[in-house]
Structure formats: structure tokens, C-alpha cells
């Protein structure tokens, strides 16, 4: 008999929990958010919790409903309604203080395909068995790691899914067709317009398609009476029994604006499932180290200012049994999982995002400088020394670069903080601001002086600058750089005509590590989106979608919302629910 058959054997014959868990539960059980006063002591609780699963009859429930759905984001969203659609009660529940995860601030470019509407209007041909091949194809690196099954799904869904979002009020960008992109061999992404309120979330005149989408799903799923509980974080799924019994519900402690908790818990029971779409683990540094240890402090999560995805739901299923899935997807260089973006605000994900007349600009407090030009500037690293050409802006490329070494003689792996370093001319050329709210001095994310190595000496005050950066070679890295454009020939990375000498003070330091972007790997799910366990047994009544599930590398909205929908569908026919109190 193999290892796993022989242990689900085992658990059929002996059931009960054991008592060292049971023990360590009543221990922890306050912490695990079961009335218990020690649930609201912020975060921190929140990694202590969930090391014994809850037993039935000790927790009281504040709520009931048929199915919950954890993150309003895009697969939370189309998961309430698919459930609602269904006949259950569904109550949504969202950490942040509006709807949309960080699905209201994207493109909206919706990765699906099999042969919709707009594909055959536009004359592409297309079909679920080609969206298939292309994304399981070996030779492919988005497509060699993905589970079958699960992209079998994701092709077969494709069409159901724009016909779902185009009936729960989508208005679709008839002109827009875009791709094909990553693995796919033909154009597949359609987008909704824009929401057509001006002064959104973080939509503001930025061309956010993504708020067409999220908002659009809000207003269908309030009309069909999905009932949505903002500003309250899920701390743990409640599972009866020692990693054997049914999913019975979640535990939330309210927060505030910042996210900081209050002094309220609710314990809402799911009579037929919990759907987990809380996002992936970009914004939690000791979880994303779990696949590279290279992704430390200074990385920022491109969405960390609006819906922070710190692994939450993961962890939670993970405290429960659940297994990770298709890892090897995550790896550190791949395809959009890191990026270049804005300077002088940690908040530096392309295009400004984050205006002042953002309702979120209080978390984010600097807007950054644009960058129209990387001749306007070198990037050094922590030590003062260059190390890529800068005019190179792929994806890959930046990041492979940033942190594929330390800048020491000894090549030691792993990154550290990017400065980009100008003078004032640079400033000139590109008009920017160099007060707030353009650039973030108050937390040390921009320095100004008028010589290198006071500059240099400045920059300790950042939080992430682990080491001091010595003045001396600041100054010889730029005195060398300006031989380079008197030559016109970069001898170190061979930059293309280097055009501006660094020379006229006051020099500018300004923050410009990269940022993370998807989540490429998470929990393992079946084709139902039910949440499985290292023997590959389902976890009854726990569902998982979006960048928190495992198993397929493709980019953003369309799994997201494909599985979303499954996720909803499925939670709400869940014909095994609990009966128990
Ligand atoms: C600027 C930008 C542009 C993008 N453009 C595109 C694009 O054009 N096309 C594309 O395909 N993808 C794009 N993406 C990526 C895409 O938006 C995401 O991959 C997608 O939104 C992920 O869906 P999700 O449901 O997993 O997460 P989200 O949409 O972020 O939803 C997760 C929600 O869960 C909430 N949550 C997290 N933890 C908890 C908790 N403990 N309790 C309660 N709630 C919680 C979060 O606050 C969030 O609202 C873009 C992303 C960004 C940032």
C-alpha cells in the first residue's frame, strides 16, 4: 500500500483528534479567535492563531449564512454572485475599507479566451482546446509548471465566464482585444470600460480599467443581495475536529483605516463553504522568502498601499492541512513578477496610481517622481556602486539585475535597496517636484545635498539601507559614469550613448528598488476549487481562487475571476454541509 493510501486508511479508523492537540487548541484557543480577548491583539495574534483548529461547540458564532466569501477583490466578487445565483446567502467580507483588491487598480486586461464575442467579431480563431495546449505547453516557462487539470478548467470556463460577467453588467471596451501575451498563441485579453466615476479609489483619470470590472460586479451583487462587511480582516477558517472535520466557518477581527485591529471579533458559520480570495503573498516578506530567499525586506508589494495581500488566506488554510501547489511557478525571475517603476515613494508601481486626491494617499504619502527618461539618472546600489544598464526596462531584466547580487567583489546572492542619483539639471529636464507630496523624505525614501558624500551619508536614515553607503565610492561611481558620457561608450554595462553628466548640485538620491508583483504560486485546489491537503484530500467546505490558489502561472484577472465564478458555484451546491452546531 502506498505512503498516502495507507495514511487516509488510518484516519478512516481513528478519527478523533488526538488529546496534545486538543490541549494545545484550549491553550491557544483564545488566540484563535473564538471569542477569546487575545484574537484582538493586532497582527501579531493573528501568526500565534490557527495552530489548533477550533472544536465544535466551542466557538459562538456571531452569524449564519450559507457561503463566505474572504477578499472583494476579483475572484471574491464574482464568487459572492455565482453563489448568490445559486440560491445561497452570501456574506463577503473585505479587510479594506471599499471593494476591489487591488483588481480595481488594473488594466483591467482580462486574460480568457476559447473563442468569446469579441474574439470572433475581431476574426481570431480560438477554441478551449487551443487555450489549453497553449498554457500546459512544456516548451512555454509560463505554461511548463501549470497544473492540466486546473488550465482544462480555466479553457473550458473562459467563455461561461465572459458571458457571466457581461450579464452581471460589464461593459465591454468593444474596440480593445489585446495579447496574445505570455503563453498564449493568440490575442485573449478583453477589458471593460472604465467605471465612469471620475474620482474612484484609485482610479483617478488614470485609465483604470479594472474599476469597470470590480465596480461593475459590486453593484450586481448588491442588487441580487450578496450582503458585503467592509473593513474587517479574517484571522482563521474554523475547522471541526483535528485536521479531519468539515470547514464550519471564519473568524474576523474589525480594523481600521491602517488595518490596525479594533476590539471586535465575528464569528460567522458557513453552512455550505468559505471561499478563500484574499489575494496572493507579495506583501509578506517571510512567506515570499518560503520560495526565494533573495525576496527580503526591501522589495515592496505593488499593491501593498490598497488591499495588502499578506498571505492570509494561505496561511489559514495552511494552518488547517492545506497543501501548496505547482511551486516551481514562483520562481524569482519570472515573466510580470517583478517591476520597475515610479521613484522617490515606496509606493513606485508604474504610472502614479496614488495621487493626492486619492482617498488611500494617506497610507501611500508620496506620489513619485515619473521617470520619461533613464538617461536622467544612474542606479546604484546600497553600496554606491552601478550594476545594469539602466535604459534596459524589461521586466526580467531590471530585477534579475537588482537582485541577482549584493554589488560586493564576492557576488553574494540576494539584493538590497536601488538608488536612483541625479543632479539638478536631471530635475530640470524632467520638471520634477522634489517636496512632498512628489517624494517621501519624511520616512527616507528621497535625499538631497550638495556633494555625493553627504548624500551618501544621508541615506542611512532609510530603513532598508542595511549598510552605510561609503562617500567615496558614491562619488567615484559618478565620477566615472560622467568619463563615460565625455566617450560616449559605458565600459561597465554598456548603456547606450550615456547623454547626461551627473555634476550640477544639489545631487538627489531617490528610492527606486523594485517592486513585486504576482503571486504565481498559493494553495492547492481541485478543478471544483475546493482547497486539498498534502494527501490530496479535499478540505470539506474550503474553497480557494484568485492569486491565493496554486497552480497555473497566468498573470492576474482571468484566473482570478474564471475561478472565482467556480469557486461560488460550487461553494453554494456544497451538498456535504454541516448540519452540527
Ligand atoms: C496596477 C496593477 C495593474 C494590473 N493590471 C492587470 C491587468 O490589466 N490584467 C490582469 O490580468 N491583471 C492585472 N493586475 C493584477 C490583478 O489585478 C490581480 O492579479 C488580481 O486582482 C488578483 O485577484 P485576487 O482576487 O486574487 O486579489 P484582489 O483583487 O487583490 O482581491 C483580494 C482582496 O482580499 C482582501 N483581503 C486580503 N486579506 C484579507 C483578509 N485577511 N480578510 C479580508 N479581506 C482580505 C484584499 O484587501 C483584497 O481586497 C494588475 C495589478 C495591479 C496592481
Given amino acids: 500500500m502506498a505512503d498516502d493510501a495507507r ?67 476579483a475572484s471574491g466578487l464574482p464568487a459572492a454572485i455565482a453563489a448568490r445565483d445559486q440560491g445561497a446567502t452570501v456574506l463577503l467580507v473585505e479587510q479594506h475599507f471599499d471593494i476591489g483588491g487591488i483588481a480595481i487598480m488594473s488594466g483591467g486586461m482580462i486574460h480568457m479566451g476559447g473563442g468569446n464575442r469579441i474574439q470572433k467579431e475581431k476574426g481570431v480563431q480560438d477554441s478551449p482546446d487551443l487555450a489549453f495546449t497553449d498554457w500546459v505547453n512544456a516548451e512555454n516557462g509560463e505554461a511548463k509548471f501549470n497544473d492540466r487539470d486546473l488550465v482544462r478548467k480555466w479553457a473550458d470556463e473562459s467563455v461561461p ?62 442588487k441580487k443581495g450578496v450582503e458585503i462587511l467592509l473593513s474587517h480582516r479574517m484571522t482563521n477558517v474554523v475547522r471541526e475536529g483535528d485536521r479531519r472535520g468539515r470547514v464550519m466557518g471564519a473568524t474576523f477581527v474589525q480594523v481600521d483605516r491602517n488595518f490596525t485591529p479594533t476590539n471586535q471579533t465575528l464569528n460567522v458559520r458557513a453552512r455550505r463553504g468559505v471561499i478563500l480570495c484574499t489575494g496572493g503573498h507579495g506583501n ?198 560622467n568619463t563615460f558620457v565625455d566617450t560616449g561608450i559605458d565600459l561597465d554595462f554598456k548603456r547606450r550613448k550615456p547623454t547626461h553628466k551627473i555634476a550640477t548640485p544639489p545631487f538627489y538620491a531617490a528610492w527606486a528598488t523594485p517592486s513585486l508583483h504576482d503571486s504565481l504560486s498559493g494553495i492547492r485546489i481541485n478543478t471544483k476549487c475546493q482547497v486539498m491537503d498534502l494527501q490530496a484530500d479535499v478540505i470539506p467546505g474550503l474553497y480557494a481562487a484568485g492569486e491565493t490558489a496554486g497552480g497555473f502561472a497566468l498573470h492576474g484577472l482571468g484566473r482570478a475571476i474564471v475561478f472565482g465564478r467556480i469557486a461560488g458555484m460550487e461553494a453554494a451546491k456544497d451538498g456535504a454541509r454541516s448540519t452540527r452546531a
Fill in 7 to 73: 495514511d487516509k486508511a488510518a484516519r478512516r479508523r481513528d478519527p478523533k483528534p488526538s488529546a496534545t492537540s486538543r490541549r494545545s487548541f484550549l491553550k491557544s484557543g483564545a488566540a484563535a479567535g473564538v471569542g477569546g480577548a487575545a484574537a484582538l491583539a493586532g497582527l501579531a495574534a493573528q501568526e500565534a492563531q490557527a495552530q489548533a483548529p477550533p472544536l465544535a461547540g466551542q466557538v459562538r458564532w456571531s452569524r449564519e449564512v450559507d457561503v463566505v466569501v474572504i477578499g472583494a477583490g
Fill in 161 to 222: 465566464t465572459f458571458e457571466f460577467l457581461t450579464a452581471n453588467g460589464l461593459d465591454w471596451d468593444e474596440k480593445f482585444l489585446g495579447g496574445p501575451g505570455d503563453a498564449s498563441s493568440v490575442p485573449r485579453q478583453v477589458r471593460p470600460k472604465e467605471w465612469p466615476i471620475r474620482k474612484d479609489l484609485v482610479a483617478f483619470d488614470q485609465g483604470r480599467n479594472g474599476s469597470g470590472i470590480v465596480r461593475a460586479l459590486e453593484q450586481s451583487a448588491r
Fill in 284 to 481: 509578506n516578506v517571510e512567506f515570499r522568502r518560503s520560495f526565494d530567499p533573495r525576496l527580503t525586506a526591501e522589495y515592496q508589494w505593488h499593491g501593498q498601499t490598497l488591499a495588502p495581500h499578506n498571505a492570509d488566506g494561505a496561511k489559514a488554510a495552511m494552518a488547517i492541512g492545506a497543501s501548496m501547489w505547482a511551486t516551481a511557478n514562483q520562481t524569482a525571475e519570472a515573466g510580470e513578477a517583478f517591476n520597475k517603476g515610479r521613484i522617490a515613494t515606496r509606493d513606485n508601481y508604474i504610472r502614479g496610481l496614488i495621487t493626492p486626491e486619492s482617498p488611500i494617499f494617506f497610507r501611500a504619502k508620496a506620489s513619485g517622481m515619473n521617470v520619461t527618461d533613464w538617461q536622467n539618472l544612474i542606479l546604484v546600489k546600497e553600496n554606491g556602486k552601478r550594476f545594469y544598464d539602466e535604459l534596459d526596462s524589461s521586466y526580467d531584466g531590471f530585477f534579475a539585475h537588482a537582485m541577482a547580487w549584493t554589488g560586493d567583489p564576492a557576488k553574494l546572492n540576494g539584493g538590497g535597496p536601488i538608488w536612483a542619483i541625479f543632479d539638478s539639471e536631471a530635475v530640470k529636464r524632467e520638471k520634477w517636484g522634489t517636496e512632498a507630496p512628489v517624494v517621501d523624505r519624511e520616512r527616507g525614501y528621497f535625499f538631497s545635498a550638495d556633494t555625493l558624500e553627504e548624500l551618501a551619508a544621508q541615506m542611512k536614515r532609510n530603513p532598508f539601507q542595511w549598510r552605510e553607503m561609503p562617500g567615496t565610492t558614491l562619488r567615484e561611481t559618478v565620477e566615472r559614469f
